[in-house]
């Protein structure tokens, strides 16, 4: 069964599938691309590890009030054992750096391996102000944004800062902005929404070589049913945080019901 959402469905954005949606959809895109960049230029892959601190909070059902964290207790790699304790505790939260594996797609020049443009599909580690992943990624973007290299970043998750424009982002719930080496500071936008089906999207190459484009609502598509996800997502329950706007929830509410899906 497809999504019922012909745009970004926001069930998507929920962190147990995060990662697989960024991996199976960076791959969905460079599949799009490699055909049109053929014999000049190809897609690769690039990946790369973040860190961010997630709060962990430990419960037992079994021992309630007595099994907590004992932090004396680590075995080699730094993994946190629960350890039975006289002492009676309710609850230990820490917070611990955990890894993120994600991917961006750089399209480069066959023979020189020169680097021309750079797509990067935004994680809620890139996103989340005062880690060091998001200012890693800030730095980056920066970098980027200084070089002579194209920079598209698709934005797929409502929760988290934006790339601050000086004018307003145009309404819309997703983003796919392109900052060109000849145009900056402009950026071109295009709005995603979960409704109707995404506007192609450019990749440009170097001059005199016209842009390349992939349809982004069809790389959602293929990667919601090679996932799996109508097997996985329970649209009964409310979509991810941040909360839609009440006109949002009713026009949702009316798509999954006609679906049969709530």
Do not use: C
């Amino acid at each position: 069964m497809p999504s019922p959402f012909r745009g970004m469905d926001p069930y998507l954005e929920a962190p147990q599938w995060w990662q697989d949606v960024h991996a199976a959809l960076a791959n969905a895109i460079r599949a799009q691309l490699q055909p049109k960049l053929r014999p000049r230029y190809i897609a690769a892959l690039t990946p790369y590890v973040t860190y961010e601190d997630l709060t962990i909070a430990e419960v037992n059902n079994i021992l309630p009030d007595v099994a907590i964290l004992d932090h004396d207790i680590r075995p080699k790699g730094g993994m946190l054992v629960a350890t039975a304790s006289p002492y009676t505790a309710t609850s230990l939260v820490e917070a611990m750096p955990v890894p993120s594996r994600t991917q961006r797609i750089e399209i480069r020049t066959v023979g020189s391996d020169e680097l021309v443009t750079v797509i990067e599909i935004l994680s809620p580690t890139n996103k989340r102000q005062g880690t060091d992943s998001h200012e890693a990624y800030l730095q980056k973007r920066r970098d980027l944004l200084q070089s002579k290299v194209h920079f598209l970043e698709l934005d797929l998750l409502r929760r988290g800062e934006r790339w601050p424009t000086q004018n307003p982002l145009p309404p819309g719930p997703y983003y796919a902005l392109l900052s060109r080496v000849g145009r900056r500071p402009q950026v071109e936008v295009w709005p995603i929404g979960f409704y109707e089906p995404p506007q192609p999207i450019a990749v440009p190459l170097r001059v005199p070589d016209p842009d390349v484009t992939f349809d982004l609502g069809q790389a959602l598509a293929q990667i919601y049913e090679e996932g799996a996800f109508e097997l996985r997502i329970d649209y009964r329950q409310e979509p991810p945080l941040p909360p839609l706007t009440p006109e949002e929830t009713a026009r949702l509410n009316q798509l999954l019901q006609e679906a049969g899906l709530r």
